[in-house]
Each structure stands twice: as structure tokens, then as C-alpha cells.
């Protein structure tokens, strides 16, 4: 089960949440501002894994936007598993999948239970369709115009928190379904 999931800023010292949808709500926050601030955390938090990736690796984006821009083709993202200790982030048996490039992050809020690499291969499909309809990668000030766009694509490929299992029929189905819905959202605006 996906119990939020984060599109955010990548900056370590200015971390953002520019995303967030909520699928499961924990009894132990109980205000919107505790989410808030809780969700403000985890992106800083990835933002710091992230930053340490690339310091590791010696990973520069520049080619990475062009190909991006001019070739349509994702960058590589770097991606990490992080366990959520529960007395820092109030969230018990909790974990953290994370993809980021390009200064842009992606963060799904785990059960502790829940297959990675099942929630790895949902991730992969999810990204790469916001990037298809809302450009999110290329132009985050115009993608966050778009949010219906992005509403609708999360919602469709993690119905109510849940990640679905992408055999290859039900997959193109899916797709398909989530294209055809952001066709007549497109038109009626």
C-alpha cells in the first residue's frame, strides 16, 4: 500500500514538496500542517540521499536535460530505499522508494510490507507518463499548472494506494484507459 506519494525539489538546502497526494492517512498526524511539515521533511531527507548519490557517483545531469529536451529520452535516475526511523518521522514500519534526476524527485510512502520491486517497476511507468503528459522533468512551473494532469495520472496508476501489478495485457489496458482520460481532460480545457 502507497500511503503518499511526493513529487518535490531536489536542492538539499531547499528541499520542496511541490506534490503530494495522500492515499492513507496516519491517526498519528492529525493536522494538515503536521503532513505538511512531515512531507517537508522526507523531501529533504531524499534530498540529502540523492545529494550523496551523486557525490558518490560523480554524476552530473548536463547531458541528461538536452537528450531529455531534444530526443524525448528520460535521464538516468538515480533511486534509493530508505527505512523511516519512527521516532524522527512518526511513521512506524514505513519506508521511502525515491527517484530523482535532474533536480526533481519522486518519493512513494511505503508499508514496510510492500514489494519494492513491485513499487520500483510502478514508479518507472508513473514518471515516465507525468513526464508524457505534464512535462514535469523538462518544465515543473508548467506541470504544476497542469495539475489536474498530474491528479489524474497518479490516481489512475495507484488507485486508492495501491499498486497494481503490470502484467503486460493489463498494462497497455491501463495506459490506454489513463490516455483516454487525459484526452477529454485535455479538450474540455
Given at each position: 500500500?502507497?500511503?503518499?506519494?511526493?513529487?518535490?525539489?531536489?536542492?538539499?538546502?531547499?528541499?520542496?514538496?511541490?506534490?503530494?497526494?495522500?492515499?492513507?492517512?496516519?491517526?498519528?498526524?492529525?493536522?494538515?500542517?503536521?503532513?505538511?511539515?512531515?512531507?517537508?521533511?522526507?523531501?529533504?531527507?531524499?534530498?540529502?540521499?540523492?545529494?550523496?548519490?551523486?557525490?558518490?557517483?560523480?554524476?552530473?545531469?548536463?547531458?541528461?536535460?538536452?537528450?531529455?529536451?531534444?530526443?524525448?529520452i528520460?535521464?538516468?535516475?538515480?533511486?534509493?530505499?530508505?527505512?523511516l526511523?519512527?521516532?524522527?518521522?512518526?511513521?512506524?514500519?514505513?519506508?521511502?522508494?525515491?527517484?530523482?534526476?535532474?533536480?526533481?524527485?519522486?518519493?512513494?510512502?511505503?508499508?514496510?510490507?510492500?514489494?519494492?520491486?513491485?513499487?520500483?517497476?510502478?514508479?518507472?511507468?508513473?514518471?515516465?507518463?507525468?513526464?508524457?503528459?505534464?512535462?514535469?522533468?523538462?518544465?515543473?512551473?508548467?506541470?504544476?499548472?497542469?495539475?489536474?494532469?498530474t491528479?489524474?495520472?497518479?490516481?489512475?496508476?495507484?488507485?486508492?494506494?495501491?499498486?497494481?501489478?503490470?502484467?503486460?495485457?493489463?498494462?497497455?489496458?491501463?495506459?490506454?484507459?489513463?490516455?483516454?482520460?487525459?484526452?477529454?481532460?485535455?479538450?474540455?480545457r
Amino acid at each position: 500500500m502507497v500511503l503518499a506519494f511526493l513529487i518535490s525539489t531536489m536542492q538539499q538546502e531547499s528541499a520542496t514538496p511541490i506534490y503530494s497526494a495522500t492515499f492513507d492517512r496516519d491517526p498519528d498526524i492529525a493536522t494538515r500542517e503536521e503532513r505538511k511539515d512531515l512531507y517537508q521533511r522526507l523531501s529533504q531527507k531524499v534530498a540529502s540521499e540523492y545529494d550523496a548519490v551523486k557525490r558518490y557517483t560523480n554524476r552530473s545531469d548536463a547531458g541528461d536535460f538536452e537528450r531529455l529536451r531534444n530526443d524525448n529520452i528520460l535521464p538516468e535516475f538515480s533511486r534509493g530505499v530508505v527505512y523511516l526511523d519512527s521516532s524522527e518521522y512518526l511513521m512506524e514500519d514505513k519506508i521511502l522508494l525515491w527517484f530523482a534526476a535532474l533536480d526533481c524527485g519522486f518519493v512513494m510512502v511505503l508499508h514496510r510490507t510492500e514489494s519494492v520491486q513491485t513499487a520500483v517497476l510502478n514508479m518507472k511507468i508513473l514518471i515516465q507518463n507525468l513526464q508524457q503528459y505534464t512535462r514535469i522533468l523538462t518544465d515543473p512551473v508548467a506541470a504544476l499548472l497542469k495539475m489536474e494532469r498530474t491528479e489524474t495520472v497518479v490516481h489512475h496508476l495507484i488507485p486508492n494506494g495501491v499498486l497494481q501489478l503490470q502484467a503486460s495485457a493489463l498494462l497497455k489496458e491501463t495506459l490506454k484507459e489513463l490516455d483516454r482520460k487525459l484526452q477529454r481532460l485535455i479538450k474540455e480545457r
